[in-house]
């Protein structure tokens, strides 16, 4: 069983090493981000010390750890299963003795992981030479922050699955795709941080899961976040990881019965 | 125990009509006109283990519905189905460890990488241990001769040198039970008959029962003795290779090739107490159809002779495949 998960994984990190120039231009693409976001905050604080609970050297950390982190959580696993739906390819899944999702899950993973070792690790390394980077000091709030960032994924990763499923019902849901793309960017506080948001809409915004992917762990890297706060956020992360299990299982069940092969 | 045993399957598929033009499409957003399509028809079908079966039938009779339905993809709308024991779809995880599939216009293997990688990750979803795996796929590797495709990513491997593989990673396992919806669709003459020879193998050597669709018919001369016709749905012809010949190409034919021109008025004017008719192929060559079976050839030339110089003959057998065609041209389930 686990041999089995290991082995996608590493089946995942093949398939990533056979398309080296995507490797390189996302290395690219996630610097001119990080870059664009330190010279746009710099120019906002114009010297404040402090906004939205944020100094601005955590701001600068906040913005590079997001972005490194995004490299880690996000995945393309919703249009690998549209395409799987629309091809009919998802006969093959159905014809293997694994629960597919899982399978997704893992491929997921896999695809994390070699970004996060190949990508995220040297890039953060690089970025903290030429911005002034704070990591975090403490043994323990790093490892509070990777179990966040391994939750952020699971929850990430459990929004694509259901977007993809949504292919069984709609056949063809590339505008919800993108949708989700910029709403999971925008809300997750990935672009700005959810503390900057208007009252109202943080007091919303509370109440969805997307705080959870990508603000909560920022704001515990940056040491924004202490001793109370950082148990309440890992709660709220994981009661997403729970609730978000139901709508994809039940939705998976249903669209098996409901299945209908395209191309023959 | 059975290898497949259904009663009554049943598939109904529900799709909708789009209505033509703009203002249609329009109509459609807010009330969609349905339409139910019995796919599979009420079959009864039973197989045994060890036995070949080819599954024909045209474009859209329900073969690959059928086949969904046995390997566990589709659920049927009803009817019983046992297949290994086990109900496929319910029971899918357990079920699909018993069972191999190829579709021959779906590749099972992952694109990018090699196809090792591929074996070594099937290896691990099937928990075989390498012992088994090398006993197994070293022979299946030999047979099929892929050794030298196995370092190469799959996207670079011809179609013949894929459907290979393909065939290797469905029994990677060594399933009791093997689907094959078309494996020889668009291959070439070579592959088809090492792909025939290493079917015939496993079938004997394991015992392994292998129920194939497909479109050319001397896949199932070469490998089954029964065959099992679909049409619209419906079994039409479940029964062995050869009564199906008997019953439906006894229709004899002679090709006469006649040293100067002749005409049919005149052929059929000798021959007009014989049970035969006449086709005009050009203006030296014709074709006498036998009404009767025991109507002797020697017979038919012992009149024409007299009249026309004979300069060939040859009797003409009825392939397999315009016996299916006559079949489905008439419809006939009288079998």
């Not at chain 2, 292998?210 to 049409?231: C, G, N």
Request: glycine share 8%.
């Amino acid at each position: 069983m686990f041999s089995m998960y290991a082995e996608i994984i590493r089946i995942r990190f093949l398939t990533m090493l056979a398309y080296r120039v995507n490797y390189y231009s996302g290395i690219i693409v996630y610097s001119i981000n990080i870059g664009a976001y330190y010279f746009l905050w710099n120019a906002i604080y114009g010297g404040q010390p402090s906004m939205g609970g944020l100094t601005s050297q955590q701001m600068v950390t906040y913005v590079a750890i997001s972005w490194m982190a995004r490299a880690f959580y996000f995945n393309n696993i919703d249009r690998e299963m549209a395409l799987d739906i629309k091809e009919g390819k998802v006969a093959i899944e159905m014809i293997r003795p694994y629960s597919y999702l899982t399978v997704k899950l893992m491929q997921g993973f896999g695809e994390g992981l070699f970004r996060l070792l190949f990508f995220s690790v040297p890039g953060m390394l690089l970025v903290s030479f030429i911005f002034p980077i704070q990591y975090p000091d403490s043994a323990a709030t790093w490892s509070w922050y990777l179990f966040s960032l391994l939750m952020s994924f699971v929850i990430n990763t459990q929004i694509n699955l259901i977007t993809g499923l949504l292919t069984f019902f709609f056949y063809n849901n590339e505008g919800i795709m993108r949708a989700k793309r910029v709403i999971v960017d925008l809300f997750s506080g990935l672009i700005l941080p959810i503390s900057f948001y208007p009252e109202w809409a943080q007091e919303i915004l509370k109440y969805l899961p997307f705080q959870a992917i990508s603000y909560l762990p920022g704001m515990i890297f940056t040491g924004a976040m202490k001793g109370e706060e950082i148990y309440s956020a890992l709660l709220v992360q994981s009661t997403w990881v729970i609730l978000l299990l139901l709508p994809a299982w039940m939705m998976w069940r249903y669209a098996r019965k409901s299945i209908v092969i395209q191309g023959g | 125990m059975l290898r497949i045993e259904a009663k009554g399957l049943t598939k109904v598929f529900k799709s909708y009509n789009s209505r033509p033009g703009l203002a249609g499409a329009f109509r459609d957003l807010f009330n969609r006109q349905y339409r139910t399509m019995r796919a599979v028809d009420g079959i009864d079908l039973e197989i045994a283990p060890g036995e070949i079966v080819g599954y024909i039938g045209e474009n859209g009779a329900g073969k690959s519905t059928t086949i969904k339905m046995l390997t566990g993809i589709l659920m049927p709308t009803s009817g019983y189905l046992r297949v290994n024991g086990m109900d496929p779809h319910r029971e899918r995880e357990k079920f699909v460890r018993t069972i191999g599939v190829v579709f021959g216009q779906r590749s099972q293997l992952w694109w990018d990488i090699a196809v090792q990688e591929s074996f070594t990750l099937l290896k691990k979803v099937y928990r075989l241990t390498d012992e088994e795996y090398k006993r197994h796929m070293g022979h299946v590797i030999e047979v099929l001769e892929i050794e030298e495709l196995l370092t190469k990513p799959v996207r670079k491997l011809s179609l013949g040198q894929r459907m290979r593989c393909e065939l290797a990673a469905a029994l990677i396992h060594n399933p009791p039970l093997l689907f094959l919806d078309e494996p020889t669709i668009g291959l070439d003459v070579l592959v088809k008959l090492k792909i025939r020879d290493f079917l015939k193998e496993i079938n004997r050597t394991y015992g392994t029962t292998i129920l194939l669709t497909t479109h050319d018919l001397s896949d199932i001369e070469a490998l089954s003795s029964r065959v099992v016709m679909l049409d619209s749905g419906k079994i039409i012809y479940d029964g062995g290779l050869n009564e199906l010949r008997t019953t439906w190409g006894s229709e004899k034919r002679v090709m006469i090739e006649f040293t100067e021109p002749a005409e049919v008025e005149e052929l059929e004017r000798l021959t007009d107490t014989l049970p035969v008719t006449w086709q005009k192929e050009n203006a030296v060559r014709f074709r006498a159809l036998f009404g009767e079976e025991d109507v002797a050839v020697s017979d038919l030339l012992s009149r024409i002779i007299s009249r026309y110089e004979v300069k060939d003959i040859s009797i003409e057998a009825v392939s397999t495949e315009e016996i299916v065609r006559n079949i489905y041209q008439e419809g006939i389930v009288n079998v």
